[in-house]
C-alpha cells in the first residue's frame, strides 16, 4: 500500500521531469552549443582571473550592500509545495492526516531546496565578502543561516495564509506583512553585517520564531482548493515564462465599477424623455474617466485664467468661458447621442433639445459658479462673491429654460 511519503516523493519525479521536458524543448543542443557552454567557459574565466587578482571596481564595490539584497529577491521565489491535484478531493480530503504528511515532506523539500537555491550564489559572493569586505566565516555562516532562517518563515507564513482571505483584506495583510519581512531581513544584515554579536542575536531570535510558526502551520488546517490552485499556479510557471514571448496573451477584461452612480439611482424627479435623456447623458459622462479628466483639467485651467487676470476682464473671461464650456459639452453630446444603443430609440426632436439643454446646465453650472465668484471678488470685494453666484445661477438658468433652438443632431 502506498504511503504519504511514496506519494509524495511520486509526485516530486513527476513535477521534475513535467519541467526538465519543458526546458528541454527551448535549450536543445544548439543552444548549449552556441550560448551556454560559451557563456560559462567566458564567466567561468572571468571568475577566476578575480579571483586570482581582484579588480579595481571589485575592490571599491558595497558588496556588503548587495548580497543581502540580491539573497532578498531569490527568496520572493521560494514556495512550500505539497504537490496536490485536482482529483485528490476523492480520498485526500478524508484522510487529514495524509494532507498533513504531504504538508510536513513539502516543508522539509523546501527547506533543502532553499540550501541550494540560497547557496550557491551566497558561495559565488563569499571570496569578495572575505577579501573586500573583510568578513570572517563566522559571520557569513551567521547571514546565510539567518537568510535561510528568514526564507522559511517566510515561505511557511504563505502557505498558511494562502486561501483564508481575499479582496482588499488580502491585500492589505500582504503588503503589510512583505514590508515587515523587508525590514526584519535588511535591518539587521545591512546594519550588523560586521557584528558577530548582534547578528547572533538577531539569528537566535529568528530560530526561535522559524520553530513557533512551524509548529502552528503543523496544526493548521490546510485550505485544500487554495493549495489546489496554487500547484496548479506554480507547475505552469516554467512553462508560461517560456511561452510568454511566443504566444500572444489577449488582453484582460476587467469590468470595474464607476466611482459615480453605482447603483444607477435616479437625478431628477421628473419622467418625460428629455429629462430621462439628460440625466443618461450626465450619468455617462460622469461614469467615463476620460471625460472626468478632460472636463476638470479645463475647470483648473479656466478657473486659474479667471484669478490672474483684473475685475473687468475677468467678467469678460466667464462669457467667453461659457461659450467655449457650451461648445464642447455640445459637440460631446453630438458624439454620444450618435451611440447605436440611443439610436435605436424613436427620440423626437424636442426630447432631444431638451436632454442637451438640461444636462449641459448642471454640467457647466459647477464651473460657471466658480468662475463668477472669483470675477465677483475681483469687481467689488468679498462680499460680491455670494451675490455674483446667485445671479450667474438665475441667468444662466434662464438662458438654458428659453433655449428653444433646435438641437442638430
Given at each position: ?7 509524495f516523493?511520486i ?7 513535467e519541467?526538465?521536458r ?15 557552454i560559451p557563456?560559462?567557459f ?8 578575480a ?11 558595497p ?7 540580491l539573497?532578498?529577491?531569490i527568496?520572493f521565489?521560494g ?6 491535484d ?8 478524508q484522510?487529514p ?8 515532506h513539502g516543508i522539509a523539500y ?5 540550501l ?6 551566497f ?6 565578502l572575505i577579501k573586500?569586505e ?40 500582504d503588503?503589510?506583512?512583505?514590508l515587515l519581512?523587508v525590514?526584519?531581513y ?5 546594519a ?14 529568528g ?23 496554487a500547484?496548479?499556479q506554480?507547475?505552469?510557471?516554467s512553462?508560461?515564462?517560456?511561452m ?9 477584461i476587467?469590468?470595474k465599477r ?15 424623455a428629455?429629462?430621462m435623456?439628460?440625466?443618461?447623458r450626465?450619468?455617462?459622462f460622469?461614469?467615463?474617466?476620460t ?16 484669478t ?29 447621442f450618435g ?19 438640461l ?6 453650472l ?7 465668484s ?19 445661477f ?7 429654460r ?6 442638430s443632431?
Amino acid at each position: 500500500m502506498i504511503t504519504p511519503r511514496q506519494l509524495f516523493w511520486i509526485r516530486l519525479k513527476r513535477n521534475r521531469k513535467e519541467q526538465l521536458r519543458a526546458w528541454t524543448s527551448v535549450l536543445d543542443w544548439t543552444v548549449w552549443l552556441y550560448l551556454l557552454i560559451p557563456g560559462l567557459f567566458i564567466g567561468g574565466g572571468l571568475y577566476r582571473e578575480a579571483m586570482l587578482e581582484m579588480p579595481l571596481w571589485a575592490m571599491n564595490f558595497p558588496w556588503t550592500t548587495l548580497y543581502p539584497i540580491l539573497l532578498l529577491i531569490i527568496l520572493f521565489f521560494g514556495q512550500i509545495r505539497i504537490f496536490v491535484d485536482e482529483a485528490d478531493r476523492l480520498f485526500l480530503l478524508q484522510k487529514p492526516e495524509w494532507l498533513q504528511s504531504l504538508k510536513r515532506h513539502g516543508i522539509a523539500y523546501t527547506l533543502a531546496a532553499k540550501l541550494v537555491v540560497i547557496g550557491l550564489p551566497f558561495s559565488l559572493l563569499v571570496p569578495f565578502l572575505i577579501k573586500v569586505e573583510g568578513l570572517s566565516w563566522l559571520q557569513l555562516v551567521m547571514a546565510y543561516s539567518y537568510t535561510i532562517v528568514i526564507g522559511m518563515i517566510l515561505a511557511v507564513s504563505i502557505q498558511m495564509m494562502n486561501g483564508w482571505m481575499r479582496g482588499w483584506r488580502k491585500t492589505a495583510i500582504d503588503a503589510a506583512c512583505l514590508l515587515l519581512f523587508v525590514a526584519v531581513y535588511l535591518i539587521p544584515m545591512l546594519a550588523w553585517a560586521k557584528n558577530a554579536t548582534m547578528l547572533g542575536i538577531v539569528l537566535s531570535i529568528g530560530v526561535i520564531v522559524m520553530l513557533l510558526v512551524l509548529r502552528v502551520s503543523l496544526k493548521f488546517k490546510i485550505n485544500f482548493e487554495a493549495e489546489v490552485k496554487a500547484e496548479s499556479q506554480a507547475r505552469l510557471r516554467s512553462t508560461e515564462l517560456l511561452m510568454s514571448q511566443v504566444v500572444e496573451s489577449k488582453p484582460m477584461i476587467r469590468i470595474k465599477r464607476p466611482i459615480f452612480f453605482r447603483r444607477s439611482q435616479r437625478i431628477f424627479r421628473k419622467s418625460d424623455a428629455g429629462t430621462m435623456l439628460a440625466e443618461m447623458r450626465i450619468k455617462a459622462f460622469l461614469r467615463g474617466m476620460t471625460h472626468i479628466r478632460v472636463w476638470i483639467s479645463f475647470i483648473f485651467a479656466t478657473t486659474y485664467a479667471v484669478t490672474l487676470v483684473p475685475g473687468p476682464i475677468a467678467l469678460f473671461l466667464v462669457i467667453a468661458l461659457t461659450i467655449i464650456g457650451s461648445t464642447w459639452l455640445q459637440l460631446q453630446w453630438k458624439q454620444w447621442f450618435g451611440e447605436e444603443f440611443l439610436t435605436q430609440f424613436p427620440w423626437t426632436d424636442h426630447d432631444a433639445q431638451r436632454g442637451a439643454v438640461l444636462s449641459r446646465f448642471w454640467l457647466l453650472l459647477l464651473p460657471m459658479l466658480i468662475w463668477s465668484s472669483i470675477a465677483g471678488y475681483k469687481l467689488l470685494g468679498l462680499w460680491a462673491v455670494v451675490p455674483a453666484a446667485i445671479l450667474c445661477f438665475v441667468v444662466w438658468g434662464f438662458i438654458s429654460r428659453t433655449a428653444v433652438r433646435p438641437v442638430s443632431i
